[in-house]
C-alpha cells in the first residue's frame, strides 16, 4: 500500500469534497490527512472517519499557503498528485467549484463518489438513535428535520438570518405541515444561533451534544435537513437526505457545482439563497411535500 500526504483545508464540506474524488482513486494508495490548523478544530475527527484515511491531524498552514502551493505546482489530475513524489501534497477544490466547474471535472481521472459511507460504529448508531428516543419533546409520528442556523458571528459573516427569522421561517413550516414537524437542532458547541432556537416547543436540542459520527447516524433517523451551508448539509447528501441548503449570493456557483447529480436532477438536493422567510418557504413547499411529508423519504 502506498500513503499519499495531502494537505486540505480546515472545512469538512470542503474536505468531503476532495474526498469524494479520492475514495475513488486506485485500491493501491491510501491518505495521510494534514488539515489547515483552524478553529474550531473538527475536521480531523471528520477525516478519521474517512474510509481510505489511515492519519490525521492539524499542521500550522492555512488556506493561503494551499492556494499558493496549488499555483506554483499545479495538480490537475490524480496522477500529478502519484508524481509529486513522498512529500505534502496541497489540494483544495474550492476555487474549481466556486468558478461554477462541476466536481466531477475536478481530478478527472478518477470517478467522484457523491454518496460515500462514514466508517461508523454501532455505538455510534446507538448513541444517535438512543438521543433521539430520549427526547422528550419527539413523540410518534412527529416528522424530524433537522435545522442548523449556525453561529451568531458566522451570521454577521454572512448576513444571514438572526433568531428572529429563523422563528418566523419555523412557523411557516409548520403551517404547511399542519404542525407535524419536530425541528432537531444540530451543530457544534459554537452554534449559539441553533442553540438561541432551543427554546421553541417543537424544537429538539442537540447543539454541541454529538461527536462528527453521531451527528452522521442522527442524520439517517431525520426526515430532512434544512440550514446553513455548512458540513451539516453536505453530510446529510451523502446519506442522499433530502436537504436545502441557504447560501449568500456570492456563492451561487458553488452552491450546485459540488451537490450529487441525482439529489439536483430528483430535487431532493435545494440551494437557495437569504431572502425573507415567506419567500424561501414558497420555494421549499415543493420540496417538503415531495420528498419529505410524503413524497421519496
Sequence with gaps: M???TL???SGIGDI???YSKLHCAPQEFDFEITVSDGWPHRSAEFCRLL???VKAEYQDFDYKDILVAQKFNPITTFDDIVKYGLGRTMLSCNFHLESGKRLEKFLPDLDTDFHYPLKTTEEDALAAKELIIASASAA???VLIGISAASYRGS???DTWRAPKWNRFLDLLQEIANKRFRFVLLGGFWDDLTFALSKRPD????VGKTTIAQAYEMQKLLD???GFSSGLGVLATLLSRPTVMLWPKHQVALSTSWAPPDMLKDKSYVALQWDEPFEVVQQVEGWLKNHVLGGSS
Design 2 to 4: 502506498t500513503t499519499i
Design 156 to 158: 454577521e459573516a454572512w
Design 7 to 9: 494537505g486540505v483545508p
Design 140 to 142: 410518534p409520528g412527529d
Design 203 to 206: 424544537a429538539v436540542e442537540f
Design 51 to 53: 474510509p481510505r484515511v
Design 16 to 18: 468531503s469534497w476532495v
Design 224 to 226: 430532512g435537513y434544512i
